[in-house]
């Protein structure tokens, strides 16, 4: 099946300090892939869509200039949490969709997550 | 509006009891899709099902059920003969097609099931 891996797992870091996480398709391409934040005991926020080659679309209330978005390779998108503080300790989850599947409705939505990272800023 | 609403924060049941996870939706849209993840505490997202807006066949699955009503906007969701191992937070999300099938997430029920 299609596997989405993201690195690191689990990251810890000094408040102000930036940190970037890795969301890879391992064996499928993908153009659009997506970011979620997840608070503890909370339900998945959607952050942003990172397409392939231009530039993330994000949603209200997310601050571009803070989560730092690049998708520069079909396999491959990252998330850069800029001068982060401890209020964006969270759980960050990606997921990618397959490129080029089109079911009997025109565009299918086949989402691939990945295993999440969980970040810490002290 | 697209959201999707599970009204069961928490549920206890004693193993081998079945039970219901219910789950709500709102959308305009007449093309969707709708999912269901389990999240074991070890955070990673488990998919279990999807189901396009123009199926409403019920499926099981092992001792998953599910059913699917249009006319009621629900997708409920039910594990017969639960397990301890059973125990993790179910989400129920919606793919409606406006917006490009981004997925919005209900905000999970917690099954604890003990043994």
């Known amino acids: 099946g299609a596997v989405v891996s993201q690195h690191p797992s689990r990251v810890i870091c000094k408040s102000g300090t930036s940190v970037k996480i890795e969301c890879r398709s391992l064996d499928f391409q993908a153009t659009t892939m997506f970011w979620y934040r997840q608070f503890p005991k909370q339900s998945l926020m959607l952050m942003a869509t990172s397409n392939e080659g231009s530039k993330a679309t994000y949603e209200q209330g997310v601050e571009k200039d803070k989560f730092l978005i690049n998708h520069a390779s079909l396999t491959l998108s990252t998330l850069t949490v800029t001068s982060a503080h401890p209020e964006d300790s969270s759980f960050y989850i990606c997921?990618?969709?397959?490129?080029?599947?089109?079911?009997?409705?025109?565009?299918?939505?086949?989402?691939?997550f990945g295993p999440g990272t969980r970040l810490t800023v002290l | 509006a697209q959201k999707v609403t599970q009204a069961q924060t928490e549920i206890s049941v004693v193993e081998k009891e079945d039970v219901t996870l219910d789950c709500v939706y709102e959308t305009r849209d007449t093309t969707y899709y709708l999912f269901w993840y389990k999240q074991p505490p070890s955070g990673e997202l488990v998919f279990l099902i999807r189901?396009?807006?123009?199926?409403?066949q019920n499926e099981i699955s092992g001792r998953y059920s599910w059913n699917f009503q249009k006319s009621t906007s629900s997708f409920n969701f039910t594990i017969t003969a639960s397990q301890v191992v059973d125990s993790a937070v179910y989400f129920c999300?919606?793919?409606?097609?406006?917006?490009?099938?981004?997925?919005?997430f209900g905000a999970g029920t917690r099954l604890f099931v003990k043994a």
């Open positions: 999300a919606l793919s409606p097609d406006t917006g490009g099938f981004k997925t919005i």
């Open positions: 189901r396009n807006s123009f199926d409403e």
């Open positions: 997921s990618a969709r397959p490129s080029g599947l089109a079911g009997p409705y025109g565009s299918t939505d086949t989402q691939y």
